[in-house]
């Protein structure tokens, strides 16, 4: 009730306010003439009572503002007068508010778009209402210090019985296929699993239904996502009930899955694309992921009774395990949705962009401080007249704090624009591509992202504001007003020490932000295939053909006919097949070693050693299967001995090429062609087969293709389902790709095509995520320094105008401009220094523990860390240069008579 | 009434004039002069203190104001008590009587032992 009458009360004075102020004018008025009359009653003059009837009640005017007071509206009405008064002082000076606006925008833009990217890779989990509720099982086997999510059907069954904690026992493992709808082909990845699991999830359809338990039984149902039906389809209404193909299988479309639910890999950068039945699985051949387990065993996830707690599954499951005699356990169902490969350098590059867009926020804010400090000093005069004028330094302080309030809530709006507009550019880079499918980077900012926008603008606030205001009160009217005009009025050795490490600071960590994003960049680089690809370089195509469930005898000739194809592709003059993908993925890690060597008389292989011969560095290989013709069309040399050619067929003699290296390592010093290599696997090495070694290939030469194997077979002797086409000509590679695409297309027109391109260009995923966060945090580097290199440019300017008189002395005493310039720049070079030294070293401990974490940088690169601190500092030098150079080139004449 | 004297008079003074309403409804300067006639002249309130606190007053809906004529004929503000601030008057005196009591109580134990 009494919250209520306020709120209407203090609204009605705010919409009336003219009215309720004549209604207070007239109260008080009332006031004044009851007294005066009441004085007159007991025989005073008019002129006495009136005296009396004013020192009665006291100064009216005084009454009239604590009535005013007495309401919230005061608050409103007060704030808006703030804003306007702060907003009319910012508008005096246009370019320090331009300046002030796009630095903080900058620093808070960057942020909200860092959080979203970070957010819609990491954090951003399929909104599944029933996550809560959710538990992966996972299983270890302690003497293999393994740990795995994949439990058997039997496995299955038996936690399914223990029905007093789990309610709903549900599988899904990752699928990649060639689907084909609508006429067109593409790489899809999908998840198979059990009937029930949209019902345990609780994801109803977009259009269509779902899939059920019974569609376990025919397993010829397929749910499509949103995702694809619009981006494949084009949206055809008419999918639902059509039919599909999936890895050779036709299969029913019977409903479409919503936008808002990315399947259960939890980096939703990849989505899935469809859902179809485990038992579908029986008719596909699952290429990845699953392949490496036992047909039945699936990524498994239990939903707990209602009430049950995870401690209570855990120990459920362990129990279950334990009569089993395996160790198992119940974790929160996140724990099994991240790709195994993406888990650690994920966070870790998440942790680390996150921790560089806070040092770009503290560099905006600390620049920011800067100029407001720098601003609030030249304004003393101005704060001196209203401080004689009679505001209190309450006011003082209020109006530069609103005036850093009114800076920051604009900036946080702009910020937002700016977070828009990054997504919007995210949107249209070219994304990498893993196994032919897009990769998705969504950093549309959402409404977390700008409640995060104002969070920070409201640090910022905080952060920047207070050192002005207390600079601001601090200001003595007297002196100020008394100098006001000669330019006497000078920074305190204080203000300036504040200053100076304010831009060391910015500096510092603009240094360690450049440096950083130069390793990672550099680092991503040297894991691109070589540098000089531009002189080798070839066209490629990768074919999958178990994706097209093509087996062994079908895929020779396949790979005859697109060997042929390439060949008399125009332009070409070599061209091979490789197993290896052209960005070197696909080797298979053998063991190797002479044939005649005795396997027992190794002792990883005694026969007491459960794992068979394994990982003995000196016997370890990696082993790729090429086509005749491989060394001249890869641009590799041989130091000895013969390339491939139609001889090394499916009948002859096993043959094998090996790397100097190899061939040092198991011959040394002597010849290594003509000697026999054992190639194995490495549980069982005398099951392998023994080559003769034809060719030993020179390790010096350049080739475009990176990491290479140190054993080659030839293709027709080990067949291997996936091979990559590589084609070489006279010309450029690039003017190869199109013309090998068509060659490709026009003999085998049904076969997915992927990675099409040059070698230059089909880089790693990992070098080209490393890249992109190289880029990324160059590009906030580039962003902080040019703060900073503002805020440098603002001191130096206000700092040397401070000089003003002192230098204008010594040029009057005949300092030449030379000699000027070399006192400031000095000044200025030191305040450089001071922040640049400490920043490689922060740089340096930084680099480091990446090293250690996450990826081979090098952290002593002499070139980044030379490079880098030098071209920072001069940059700033070239902006002390510029800040100093009005002051320093004034005639001293008129800069003395001035003063 | 002095400013300086704090929160606990300006709560005070509010429970005062609920009590000078509680008999009649009065217009601001009788409001005054009814607290100064009904202390004997210990309490002189200035517009300062006596305008905000009515102005709290009516925000809260403890008494209400109301255009009309005063004794001379001029246009004036009466205030009234309402409901809400009748029972407000009961509950800050009950209060009032049983804390000066305690506190009369304190005082005279510090006066025994001192």
Redesign the interface.
């Given at each position: 009730?009494?919250r209520l009458?306020?709120a209407v009360?203090?609204l009605r004075a705010l919409l009336r306010r003219s009215t309720v102020e004549r209604?207070?004018d007239?109260?008080?008025q009332?006031?004044l003439?009851?007294?005066m009359?009441?004085g007159r009653r007991v025989g005073l003059s008019p002129e006495t009572a009136r005296l009396r009837a004013q020192v009665?009640?006291?100064?009216?005017d005084?009454?009239k503002t604590?009535?005013r007071?007495?309401?919230w509206e005061f608050w409103v009405d007060a704030v808006r007068r703030d804003v306007f008064s702060a907003a009319k002082s910012l508008r005096r000076t246009p370019g320090f508010t331009a300046i002030a606006l796009l630095t903080l925008s900058f620093g808070i833009g960057a942020n909200a778009s860092l959080f979203s990217l970070i957010n819609g890779i990491l954090l951003r989990s399929s909104p599944l209402p029933s996550l809560e509720r959710l538990v992966a099982l996972s299983k270890s086997r302690t003497e293999q210090g393994l740990n795995t999510f994949f439990f058997s059907a039997e496995e299955r069954r038996v936690v399914v019985a223990s029905e007093s904690v789990f309610d709903a026992v549900m599988v899904s493992d990752p699928l990649i296929g060639a689907l084909s709808a609508g006429g067109q082909v593409s790489m899809a990845s999908g998840e198979l699993v059990s009937g029930n699991y949209f019902d345990v999830l609780g994801v109803p359809p977009l259009a269509g239904r779902l899939l059920q338990p019974s569609d376990e039984l025919a397993g010829t149902s397929i749910v499509l996502s949103e995702r694809f039906w619009r981006r494949v389809t084009a949206a055809d209404p008419g999918i639902v009930g059509a039919a599909v193909t999936l890895a050779g299988q036709t299969l029913t479309v019977v409903g479409i899955a919503p936008m808002s639910f990315n399947g259960t890999w939890l980096p939703s950068m990849k989505p899935a694309d469809f859902f179809v039945p485990v038992t579908a699985a029986d008719r596909l051949r699952t290429v990845q992921g699953t392949v490496a387990n036992p047909s039945d065993s699936r990524r498994t996830f239990a939903r707990m009774r209602a009430g049950v707690a995870l401690v209570q599954a855990d120990a459920a499951v362990r129990l279950i395990g334990q009569q089993r005699g395996d160790e198992w356990a119940a974790v929160p169902a996140e724990r099994a949705m991240l790709f195994e490969e993406f888990a650690r350098p994920g966070r870790y590059i998440s942790i680390a962009v996150l921790a560089l867009s806070a040092a770009v926020f503290l560099i905006a804010c600390a620049n920011l401080m800067n100029l407001f400090l720098a601003r609030t000093a030249s304004r003393r005069s101005e704060i001196g007249i209203r401080l004689t004028a009679g505001a209190s330094p309450r006011d003082v302080k209020r109006l530069v704090l609103a005036e850093v309030a009114v800076l920051t809530l604009t900036s946080a709006v702009l910020a937002f624009a700016v977070a828009w507009l990054f997504a919007a550019c995210l949107a249209r880079l070219p994304m990498p591509e893993l196994e032919g499918q897009r990769v998705y980077f969504d950093a549309t900012p959402d409404l977390r992202a700008f409640g995060l926008a104002f969070v920070f603008a409201f640090l910022a606030a905080r952060a920047i504001g207070l050192l002005p205001a207390q600079q601001a009160v601090r200001t003595n009217p007297v002196e100020v007003l008394t100098r006001a005009g000669t330019g006497q009025i000078t920074a305190s050795a204080k203000d300036r020490r504040t200053h100076t490490r304010l831009v060391a600071l910015q500096v510092g960590l603009s240094v360690v932000l450049v440096l950083l994003a130069a390793l990672t960049v550099r680092n991503a680089r040297s894991l691109l295939p070589n540098r000089e690809a531009g002189r080798v370089d070839a066209a490629v195509a990768r074919v999958n053909l178990a994706r097209h469930k093509i087996e062994e005898p079908e895929g020779r000739r396949i790979y005859e006919r697109l060997l042929m194809a390439a060949r008399a592709a125009p332009g070409v003059s070599a061209a091979a097949l490789s197993s290896i993908t052209p960005d070197g993925r696909a080797q298979l890690s053998r063991f190797a070693a002479p044939a005649d060597i005795d396997l027992a008389s190794l002792p990883e292989c005694s026969p007491a050693h459960r794992e068979g011969c394994a990982l003995r560095n000196a016997n370890v290989v990696t082993v790729a299967t090429v086509s005749p013709g491989f060394i001249a069309a890869s641009g590799l040399r041989l130091s000895q001995g013969r390339d491939f050619g139609a001889i090394d067929a499916m009948g002859a003699p096993f043959t094998a090429l090996v790397t100097e290296e190899v061939a040092a390592r198991f011959w040394p010093g002597g010849q290594a062609v003509g000697q026999r290599l054992l190639v194995g696997p490495f549980a069982d090495p005398s099951s392998g087969s023994t080559h003769e070694v034809v060719g030993v290939v020179d390790s010096g030469t350049d080739t475009p293709l990176p990491n290479q194997p140190s054993v080659y077979l030839p293709m027709d002797q080990q067949y291997a389902p996936a091979m990559t086409v590589i084609a070489r000509g006279p010309s450029d590679a690039g003017a190869l790709v199109e013309p090998l695409r068509r060659a490709l297309r026009n003999a085998e027109p049904t076969l997915l095509f992927s990675e099409v391109g040059t070698i230059a260009q089909s880089t790693g995923f990992a070098s080209r995520i490393l890249n992109t966060a190289g880029t990324t945090v160059g590009i906030l580097g580039a962003l902080g320094f040019a703060i900073a290199l503002i805020g440098v440019y603002g001191v130096v300017a206000y700092t040397v105008s401070q000089r003003r008189r002192e230098l204008a002395i010594r040029k009057a005493l005949g300092a030449t401009t030379l000699q000027v310039y070399g006192l400031v720049l000095g000044s200025g070079v030191r305040m450089l220094l001071f922040g640049a030294v400490p920043g490689v070293f922060v740089a340096l401990g930084v680099a480091m523990w990446l090293r250690r974490t996450i990826y081979r940088l090098l952290p002593f690169d002499p070139v980044t860390f030379v490079v880098v601190p030098v071209a920072l500092v001069s940059a700033g030098a070239v902006a002390t240069w510029l800040g100093a150079r009005r002051e320093v080139n004034i005639d001293p004449n008129v800069a003395l008579k001035n003063l | 009434m002095d400013s300086k004297s704090g929160a606990l008079v300006q709560g005070t003074l509010e429970m005062l004039v609920l009590k000078t309403l509680a008999l009649e409804p009065l217009?601001?300067?009788?409001i005054?002069?009814r607290l100064e006639q009904m202390s004997g002249g210990v309490f002189?309130v200035?517009?300062?203190?006596?305008?905000?606190a009515l102005?709290?007053l009516?925000?809260?809906?403890l008494i209400e104001g109301e255009w009309r004529a005063?004794e001379?004929n001029?246009?004036?503000?009466w205030y009234s008590l309402t409901p809400?601030g009748r029972r407000r008057l009961k509950t800050a005196t009950a209060d009032w009587t049983h804390q000066s009591a305690a506190i009369a109580r304190i005082l005279r134990a510090g006066r025994g032992t001192s």
């Open positions: 009730m009494s009458s306020q009360k203090g209604e207070l007239e109260e008080l009332s006031a003439d009851e007294a009359a009441e009665r009640l006291g100064n009216l005084a009454a604590a009535v007071q007495a309401g | 217009h601001g300067y009788g005054g002069l002189s200035n517009a300062g203190s006596l305008f905000p102005r709290r009516e925000r809260d809906g005063t001379n001029r246009r004036g503000r809400a």
